[in-house]
């Protein structure tokens, strides 16, 4: 089945902690995504990555690194300096710039 | 500064009946325009495109019309089922070297009724 994963689906964190989210697809896209979404609000851009070995800043990338050391993963990490971290956070993947895939995101909540 | 606005947070529609989902944007350096629906706490499910040389596109139920001049899109879904109830996002999108950055709107809440 090929599709785009992400976990854990919940996830919890203390204030001051680093957390990483997963993100892996199968479907060979080149580049991939990785949103916020806010409650009453639409999704915004984190990351996105072309190619392996490069991602550029989104719209509100403060508080957020990323790598792409492989085609299939895109790990996002939530660093301590993001102010508001608790929200869903949904990845994408696609085919050059066409349609963006959604994987069944994960729920960040900070405790 | 909300570049895709989608003015309505909820529309009610009778089952069977069409519904029309209202989409406005501010930058035309947007070419490309998508539509998703979403379930809550789930990932938004890609349904229909469209690219800024058409007007028009359709696929079963699903048609999304574009006026470039009114910077103005939307989607109408004919008929309504109960199973179109959810949360539908207007996108669009501005070329970005070879991936694509994609602006959402707010979303509208879609309730199909009996």
């Known amino acids: 089945d090929g599709g785009i994963t992400q976990s854990p689906k919940y996830l919890f964190r203390k204030e001051g902690q680093n957390v990483t989210l997963s993100c892996e697809q199968n479907?060979?896209?080149?580049?991939m995504y990785w949103y916020r979404q806010d409650p009453g609000q639409g999704l915004r851009l984190i990351y996105y990555?072309?190619?392996?070995?490069?991602?550029q800043k989104g719209d509100i990338a403060e508080g957020y690194s990323v790598s792409r050391e492989k085609k299939e993963s895109f790990p996002l990490t939530v660093t301590s300096a993001q102010k508001n971290p608790t929200a869903f956070y949904l990845c994408?993947?696609?085919?050059?710039?066409?349609?963006?895939?959604f994987g069944p995101g994960t729920r960040l909540t900070v405790l | 500064d909300q570049q895709v606005k989608q003015n309505s947070p909820s529309l009610s529609v009778q089952e069977g009946r069409i519904s029309i989902l209202n989409c406005d944007y501010t930058n035309s350096m947007f070419d490309y325009f998508l539509w998703y629906k979403k379930y809550p706490a789930e990932g938004p499910t890609f349904l229909i495109s469209i690219s800024s040389i058409k007007d028009k596109n359709e696929d079963g139920r699903f048609t999304v019309f574009l006026n470039k001049s009114a910077k103005h899109l939307s989607l109408h879904i004919v008929p309504s089922q109960p199973g179109d109830s959810a949360v539908y996002f207007c996108a669009a999108s501005a070329l970005s070297g070879t991936a694509s950055k994609l602006t959402f709107g707010t979303g509208t809440r879609l309730q199909v009724t009996l």
């Open positions: 994408a993947s696609s085919i050059g710039r066409y349609t963006q895939y």
């Open positions: 990555s072309q190619i392996v070995n490069d991602f």
């Open positions: 479907l060979n896209h080149d580049a």
